[in-house]
């Protein structure tokens, strides 16, 4: 092709006509400004194919992801809710008689208090689309959005846990020196068959102020933890229908 319009060029200057030498060179800038436009085309429709797939990879991979985070942040919901029943039950058993403490089964409520939820969620694909700069090429803005408040509210989710985590430590602490341990274990993994064999009133927390406070204490930050669950829970069911790929 360059070749071709070479020899016509060669012509035109041997002929001695400059008009049409000068309508010739304009056709060819023309004819190259034209490729360069077509070439600049192809190459945005190919980023854009790109782009497009790249995307789609990304929210079926959202879908997969957030689907199992909702399921694992339901039955955390599930567990914190029960977990902070026992503790309701066993703070209306504080100062009652020993007659009634006995009545309830104090080893069961005292393991059941310490049973809530984790928060160990997975968050792949958002990391890898984060780390690379992606993000701001979503062409949904609401789920840009709640992507963001997703990893906020994680934060917020994670020191929430840890705090509680330090308050759960405290009352196992205080039960260590006061209550026998084993009697709580049988309801564990070590489900031990008897009661421990050493004399302690372990009924003796119940009248006493500290153990009220600290149950109180962890009551509250469990609290706390269910509804920073329940608002991230929020947020994952967000994610889900602005990544919902439509058909």
Known sequence: MIKFFRKIRQSLIMENKPSRYFKYAIGEIVLVVIGILIALQIN????NRIQQNNELKFLK???????LNKDYLTNTSKLNN??????KVIMNL?????????????DSLIFKVFEYGGFEISENTVLEVMQVGQLQNLQNEKLKSLILEWSQQ???VNRTRETLSRKSEYLIDYLMKRYPIKNIDKYGTLAWKNDSEIQVNKYSIFSDLEFE???DEYLYNLSSYQIR????????DGILENSNIKK
């Open 94 to 106: 504080i100062n009652q008689d020993i007659e009634k403490l006995k009545l309830s089964n104090t």
């Open 154 to 156: 994680k934060s917020r």
């Open 213 to 215: 406070n600290i149950v």
């Open 229 to 236: 669950i329940t608002r991230i829970h929020k947020v994952i």
């Open 61 to 67: 991979g959202i879908q997969s992801e957030f689907k």
């Open 82 to 87: 029960e977990a902070l029943k026992t503790g």
């Open 44 to 47: 945005n429709w190919n980023q």
